[in-house]
């Protein structure tokens, strides 16, 4: 197996909203330019001895920091809450939205492998925008939206499980979980 020494061009940016089954199909999120999660979980130590004792950390959850070209209208209505008005045939976005949380599938290229990888329980704030004049030359104007990823409980083997995230690569001989990815969001304990 072959690992990677370098990771670069983040792409294939997909959603699925939960369901009370699983998950949807996954869309794509096209556009995007940049993905980053940073994670918020916590690291306790307790002394004992004069010393570092004993040392318990959480994967508590991820933010996350989105920079897209542009949101399509659906994904403005399925992640940001937006309501399409067929009478006037505007899109609008309600004071009190409510956001559904979802999974986000991403692919990042290496040197040797490409890796797959998926977050659980996402939910996105509203993005910050800033629209530009024109100039001798034209720079897209992006959107950057950040949220956060608390994860979802799973069942593996007869144990409820807590996970944040899941990921695959093509290296190696059978890489099935890796060629099923896009055909639905990936779960932890379920069979492809």
């Keep these: 197996m072959a690992d990677n020494k370098v990771r670069f ?20 999120l096209a556009g995007t330019v940049q993905i980053s999660f940073d994670p918020q979980g916590s690291q306790n ?14 994967a508590a959850s991820d933010s996350i920091s989105v920079e897209i070209a542009d949101l ?24 009190n939205s409510v956001r559904k949380p979802f999974a986000l599938g991403f692919q990042v290229e290496g040197d040797a492998t490409t890796l797959r990888g998926v977050r659980y329980g996402g939910t996105l704030n509203r993005p910050s925008e800033a629209h530009n004049t024109t100039t001798d030359s034209t720079d897209p104007d992006t959107l950057t939206i950040e949220g956060t990823f608390v994860g979802k409980t799973f069942t593996i083997g007869s144990e409820e499980v807590a996970i944040l995230g899941a990921a695959c ?9 890796y060629d099923n990815f896009w055909t639905k969001v990936p779960q932890p304990g379920v069979a492809d």
């Design 9 to 28: 061009g983040a792409s294939n940016v997909r959603y699925a909203l939960e369901t009370e089954t699983g998950y949807g199909e996954w869309k794509r």
């Design 45 to 58: 130590t307790f002394y004992a001895d004069n010393v570092g004792y004993f040392i318990s950390t959480g």
């Design 169 to 177: 690569t093509n290296a190696g001989d059978t890489h099935t979980a």
């Design 72 to 95: 399509t209208d659906q994904a403005k209505i399925d992640l940001l809450g937006f309501v399409q008005d067929e009478t006037s045939g505007l899109l609008y976005e309600p004071v």
